[in-house]
Nanobody
Framework: QLQLVESGGGLVQPGGSLSLPCAAS????????IGWFRQAPGQEREGVSC????????YDLDIAKGRFTITRDNARNTVYLQMSSLKPEDTAVYYCAAHPRLCVTTLPPDYWGQGTQVTVSS
């Protein structure tokens, strides 16, 4: 079964850090751009960051710049979203998604993960 699985979510205090892995199962992510998205309660899903398949170029939205870092480890078939200086407004379900050219096109992802909950609260 081809799928993406996010993990690493949980409850963190404001200003804290968290690392979210996105592991591919049933396919090799070498040939896929991987993006991270999030959706807060009552809000639309929004993009957070994206990493390309070939050269590892990253594409961050303004909300991610300076605080979030996306990396990939093809040997582990996993992409990570490293988050720091977390704020309560970062509370959301975080999803990863895959498509060969996700970072540079408007084509929809081929695969979505089921999401992992991140809650930032004191």
């Amino acid at each position: 079964q081809l799928q993406l699985v996010e993990s690493g979510g949980g409850l963190v205090q404001p200003g804290g850090s968290l690392s979210l892995p996105c592991a591919a199962s049933g396919f090799t992510l070498d040939y896929y751009d991987i993006g991270w998205f999030r959706q807060a309660p009552g809000q639309e899903r929004e993009g957070v960051s994206c990493i390309s398949s070939k050269n590892g170029s990253t594409y961050d939205l303004d909300i991610a710049k300076g605080r979030f870092t996306i990396t990939r480890d093809n040997a582990r078939n996993t992409v990570y979203l490293q988050m720091s200086s977390l704020k309560p407004e970062d509370t959301a379900v975080y999803y990863c998604a895959a498509h060969p050219r996700l970072c540079v096109t408007t084509l929809p992802p081929d695969y979505w993960g089921q999401g992992t909950q991140v809650t930032v609260s004191s």
